[in-house]
């Protein structure tokens, strides 16, 4: 059976780009022409109208024209999810200025190495709503911003004069909107160059894709400084007319409250997010009440199919799933509204992206069969910023980007995920794919979530497993260990079980392997 669902078979890809706006700005001015009043973002303090949005875009793209932005600098906008982070994009795009979006939970030293490398002439600070926001502010002596209307929330800045421009493009693809810095698995942080047309493309398919409209509220946690809240939850929901309500961070009780009360129809997450939500529920007993959610979506890291199945039991609706990364703008591939998935495949790829599988000696894989996953298409990014041989590397000279992701495909087009090139453990000969393990550890019912990495031993690699528990859990390593025996080869069992209060995350819930090595 092919999974190619209704959905997918209308969308025309060629007429999509012709029609895609020239600049991301353009968002706002369309939906203000489309239905002035429509509500087009809500906060904790503050509501907008799509009126009123463009009203507040125009006026902070004066203040940033003022302080000497033009097109091909860099405005760095230190932020949480919030009102002006999105007026303040949104105004950087209308000048031909590359968004350099970041969340303002990066470290002191994260954030000013970003800087750094940038050489943005305007930083910005949403220090309303982030008290992080206001301690970089502080850090940096930024000013405060002057008022205007509508309100967006205070916000500070700090302008470098010595920042040079970077060159203009007039077509879509080629011109630089948003410029984001990457977690890296590997712990050094990259900048990557996404077009307008990169950002537009996956704006408008995803938005295709699950149906988005005028009628939905959908409930934005997933930070925005990240590329999946950039494109495909902020750009895809503005661009369909929907009401994005914002959440500056995950706190189970103000999804719980949202989801009960704020007719949220749509809710994209992080494995993470969706078990907390449920462990939150148990604990304080609550009844599940999301009376308006049409679709959740779990994006960003692996979705293991004991926690898909206890989200579906409880909120009554198919757990989507979906891949990509920051090179991608994100989306490669997720499962259909009309095909929803009874595994964790992450679903097709997505109309107008191609896949190829590529083994360890630059050979196609055969069909069915696992390879380094290659994309290609309107998504994959201009580059590396200031770094043409990481770029090179990644991307091959006819556009194909190298993800690092192991990957195969089912004779129906069902992409599967199993495993980062880079953490492929070899175990007396055999491959070890993380991925596996986890899924059996996050099947236990006192594992909130775990992650799974290689160490090196005389002549070989063994398995250790790190793994978070859920409140008031009994469980032991070595009953943990057991409990893999039992549904694993001997070769792919943990060696150790180390139990921590809390993996080390990013902002987004991606967990950051390369912090556990040294945990070892």
């Known amino acids: 059976m092919s999974l190619d669902s209704s959905i997918r078979s209308t969308i025309d890809i060629p007429a999509l780009l012709a029609a895609l706006p020239a600049r991301i700005a353009e968002i706002p001015a369309l939906a203000a022409a489309r239905d002035p009043g429509h509500i087009a973002l809500i906060e904790d303090a503050r509501r907008l109208n799509s009126a009123q949005l463009l009203q507040a875009v125009d006026a902070a793209a004066e203040l940033l024209r003022e302080w000497g932005v033009r097109g091909g600098d860099r405005v760095m906008i230190v932020a949480e999810n919030s009102v002006a982070q999105i007026v303040l994009l949104f105004a950087t795009a209308k000048l031909d200025a590359w968004a350099l979006v970041s969340n303002a939970r990066l470290s002191a030293g994260e954030l000013d190495s970003i800087r750094a490398h940038a050489q943005p002439r305007v930083v910005a600070y949403a220090v309303e709503s982030s008290v992080d926001a206001q301690q970089h502010a502080q850090r940096h002596q930024a000013k405060t911003a002057p008022s205007f209307t509508p309100d967006i929330g205070a916000w500070s800045y700090t302008v470098d004069d010595t920042a040079k421009p970077e060159p203009i493009e007039a077509a879509n693809e080629r011109q630089c909107a948003a410029l984001i810095y990457t977690t890296g698995t590997t712990g050094a942080p990259k900048g990557v160059m996404l077009s307008h047309r990169n950002l537009l493309f996956i704006a408008a398919v995803s938005s295709r894709l699950r149906k988005v409209g005028p009628d939905d509220v959908v409930y934005a946690v997933l930070p925005i400084s990240h590329v999946y809240g950039f494109a495909s939850v902020c750009l895809g929901s503005l661009h369909a007319g929907a009401t994005l309500r914002l959440a500056p961070r995950f706190a189970p009780e103000a999804v719980r409250r949202a989801l009960a009360d704020e007719r949220v129809s749509i809710f994209q997450g992080v494995p993470a997010m969706h078990a907390k939500l449920l462990e939150h529920l148990q604990t304080h007993g609550h009844a599940w009440s999301a009376p308006h959610l049409r679709f959740a979506y779990s994006g960003g890291s692996p979705l293991d199919a004991a926690l898909k199945a206890h989200v579906e039991a409880i909120y009554g609706l198919a757990l989507h799933n979906g891949y990509g990364m920051t090179e991608s703008s994100p989306t490669v591939s997720h499962t ?17 992206v191609e896949v190829r599988f590529v083994g360890l000696d630059g050979v196609d894989a055969a069909p ?9 298409g309107p998504n994959v990014m201009l580059g590396y910023y200031r770094s043409p041989e990481q770029t090179r590397a990644a991307v091959t000279d006819d556009g194909w980007l190298k993800t690092g992701d192991l990957a195969r495909q089912d004779a129906d087009g069902a992409l599967h995920i199993v495993g980062r090139s880079k953490e492929l453990i070899i175990r007396s000969g055999f491959n070890v794919y993380p991925a596996e393990v986890e899924h059996v550890l996050n099947a236990h019912p006192q594992v909130v979530q775990s992650a799974v990495i290689g160490r090196a031993v005389e002549g070989n690699e063994e398995v250790v497993a790190f793994v978070e528990l859920t409140a008031g859990a009994t469980v032991t390593p070595a009953e943990l260990i057991g409990w893999c025996g039992e549904r694993l080869a ?27 090595r040294e945990l070892m």
Request: aromatic share 4%; glycine share 10%.
């Open 368 to 376: 069915g069969e696992i390879g380094e996953l290659w994309v290609r």
């Open 336 to 352: 259909m509204l009309d095909a929803p998935r009874s595994d964790c495949s992450v679903g097709e790829v997505i109309p107008g």
């Open 490 to 516: 001997p070769y792919k069992r943990p060696a150790e079980v180390k139990i921590l209060a809390a993996l080390p995350a990013a902002s987004t819930g991606k967990i950051l392997k390369h912090r556990l």
